[in-house]
């Protein structure tokens, strides 16, 4: 790894910052709300990064990217997060669009990466079902060819911003005598089409980002399958192999912990601060500082093997998702700690006596689902196991 810039890469890096500290808006988005323009000025300031291109700066030029290279992507990406800064939709932009420069026809190419480059447009992803989570492969949500459409029924879970999302890129059973990863479909649903029901789901820290999805005789056109029948599967690994560098998780863990340490800082009683108080808080304190950092260097790992190799990490990614979502937990394990009792109050119901505006509380109970979503501990480190270590399958 090389942790210096190119002088390209640092004048890009420049260019980035001063366009963030000029147009990117001020304040945080609303906490728990799956809108992806919950922060005021979000539309403006991605309509500005459209008109750079720079909605997805490493896409082809062909299809309305910039065509920068995987470095500056991630230097992109680095300084939004940096900033705090509103960042493009991660399934539109991080996965159906790089999926369909690879697999998609150029028709379908025309019809949806121009639209995900404006920036406005929400995308969700229909893969996990009520009995089909980490294993994924045992998905039962059917799509049965009937002339030049497939009629889809089956019901789709744990559906982040399918209340807000256009599109849905779904897999579907569409032979159930093949083996269970040979016979699955990958497909763009519209999501106002009829017979698609989205309902919600509250989480434990009361928001609502989740959603349950309804198919009853959906019809959606062969156009619209990506790839080709029956191999669903495999390109769905390819959706699952792009955008894994993960450093926006890693500088906000980083920023997350900086927060509470100034919090421990400047909450005092009787003049003296947490930090004075509980010495054992100060090592905690700098052991997820440490922790966060590290997540930090497995991210620059990713995107070097990225960037030297041209090929998208393996086992490398499992790595990094694993420990960034565990190191989740244990940084507003630290948080509760840190804030004692107070940390069980949100801002809702207890205002200015919420610490950190309510953000300990939320994010505590929000953490339980890190190391579930976007593929499980145990599958992670099953596959660190399998293909990193050469390991046997039991």
């Known amino acids: 790894m090389n942790f210096r810039d190119t002088p390209d890469e640092a004048a890009f890096r420049t260019e980035v910052r001063e366009f963030i500290t000029k147009e990117a808006p001020k304040g945080g988005a609303i906490r728990g709300s799956a809108d992806p323009f919950a922060m005021e000025g979000s539309r403006g300031f991605m309509k500005k990064l459209a008109e750079k291109k720079w909605i997805a700066p490493a896409w082809p030029v062909e299809y309305g990217g910039a065509g920068m290279s995987v470095m500056q992507q991630f230097i992109f990406n680095s300084e939004l997060a940096e900033a705090r800064a509103p960042r493009p939709f991660g399934i539109a932009v991080g996965f159906a669009g790089p999926t369909l420069i690879v697999h998609g026809t150029e028709e379908q190419k025309q019809k949806y990466l121009p639209e995900i480059l404006q920036g406005d447009t929400v995308w969700c992803q229909g893969y996990s079902e009520p009995g089909a ?36 890129i779904l897999l579907t059973r569409t032979d159930p005598d093949a083996p269970k990863h040979r016979g699955i479909s990958y497909f763009i649903v519209d999501m106002k089409s009829p017979g698609v029901t989205v309902r919600p789901l509250i989480n434990a820290a009361m928001s609502h980002e989740f959603n349950e999805v309804f198919f009853e005789d959906v019809r959606v056109p062969k156009s619209n399958l990506i790839g080709d029948e029956n191999r669903g599967w495999y390109l769905a690994q390819t959706t699952l192999s792009f955008e894994r560098s993960n450093i926006g998780s890693a500088v906000g863990s980083r920023q997350t912990v900086e ?35 590290v997540a930090t260097l497995m991210s620059y790992k990713i995107v070097s093997i990225q960037a030297k190799e041209g090929i998208a990490p ?3 990614a499992s790595v990094a998702k694993m420990f960034s979502t565990e190191l989740n937990q244990r940084i507003y394990r630290t948080g509760m700690k840190v804030a ?10 207890r205002g200015p006596e919420a610490p950190m505006n309510g953000r300990i ?27 990193g270590l050469g390991l046997p399958r039991a």
């Open 314 to 316: 393996g086992h490398e």
């Open 361 to 387: 509380k939320y994010m505590y109970l929000r953490s339980i689902a890190n190391t579930i979503e976007g593929g499980t501990s145990e599958i992670n480190r099953n596959i660190i196991a399998t293909r």
């Open 259 to 293: 927060d509470l340490a100034e919090f421990a800082r400047t909450h005092t009683k009787d003049h003296k601060s947490t930090l004075d108080h509980n010495g054992a808080v100060r090592t905690e304190l700098v052991d997820r500082y440490v922790e966060a950092n």
């Open 340 to 349: 004692g009792m107070y940390g069980q109050l949100d801002k809702e119901t």
């Open 133 to 168: 989570g980490s294993d994924l492969a045992s998905l039962q949500t059917r799509a049965v060819r009937d002339g030049d459409d497939y009629i889809v029924n089956g019901q789709k879970i744990w559906t982040s911003g399918a209340q807000w999302a256009k599109w849905m």
